[in-house]
T-cell receptor, first 110, second 113 residues
Framework: SQQGEEDPQALSIQEGENATMNCSYK?????LQWYRQNSGRGLVHLIL?????REKHSGRLRVTLDTSKKSSSLLITASRAADTASYFC??????????FGGGTRLMVKP | EPEVTQTPSHQVTQMGQEVILRCVPI?????FYWYRQILGQKVEFLVS????????KSEIFDDQFSVERPDGSNFTLKIRSTKLEDSAMYFC???????????FGSGTRLTVV
């Protein structure tokens, strides 16, 4: 698989449930970032976790990073219909270059 | 909150024509990027720009592409002779550097006909 692969590719949940998305990567990184994209719109930076961090929180978002497994997860708690979007992980290397994964399409049903 | 501004939001062009996509990054940012996203596909890195020169470029960024920061505020992507396969959403991004995250513009949807 390529750098920054997300799974699942698509996720459908009910409002109020938690959503978990996973990301795997292959090479060494400075940090891993999660972005959100509403259909046809730009990418919005959600959260960044550095390679020496294991967990980070921001509001309803919780990100974990396991550098030994080269994987990360994004948890959205108490999801809302407005969370419906595509979520991308992106790894930043020493050259300040972001490499994006294929994304997870999240649908939150009201 | 500061924004990265891209214009136009949508451009339709004939195959073989030149297009210039424009971006105004956030004023105190130092690193500038262009990415593209073909409909339904991954976001792909094109080029990064720092200290008034290209720092990295991908295989996609061939001789048809060029970037400029002509006046200290604008950051442009030029495609000299567009092809049908250049149809995509093009995103500009800027940032302060490693571990700060990046701010993306809303994108320019380029349609080559």
């Amino acid at each position: 698989s390529q750098q920054g692969e997300e799974d699942p590719q698509a996720l459908s949940i009910q409002e109020g449930e938690n959503a978990t998305m996973n990301c795997s990567y292959k090479t060494s990184i400075n940090n891993l970032q999660w972005y959100r994209q509403n259909s046809g719109r730009g990418l919005v930076h959600l959260i960044l976790i550095r390679s020496n961090e294991r967990e980070k929180h921001s509001g309803r978002l919780r990100v974990t990073l396991d550098t030994s497994k080269k994987s990360s997860s994004l948890l959205i708690t108490a999801s809302r219909a407005a969370d419906t979007a595509s979520y991308f992980c992106a790894t930043e290397d020493a050259g300040n270059m972001l490499t994006f994964g294929g994304g997870t399409r999240l649908m939150v049903k009201p | 909150e500061p924004e990265v501004t891209q214009t136009p939001s949508h451009q339709v062009t004939q195959m073989g024509q030149e297009v210039i996509l424009r971006c105004v990054p956030i004023s105190n940012h130092l690193y500038f990027y262009w990415y593209r996203q073909i409909l339904g596909q991954k976001v792909e890195f094109l080029v990064s720009f720092y200290n008034n020169e290209i720092s990295e470029k991908s295989e996609i960024f061939d001789d048809q592409f060029s970037v400029e920061r002509p006046d200290g505020s604008n950051f442009t992507l030029k495609i000299r002779s567009t092809k049908l396969e250049d149809s995509a959403m093009y995103f500009c991004a800027s940032g302060l550097g490693a571990n700060y995250g990046y701010t993306f513009g809303s994108g320019t949807r380029l349609t080559v006909v």
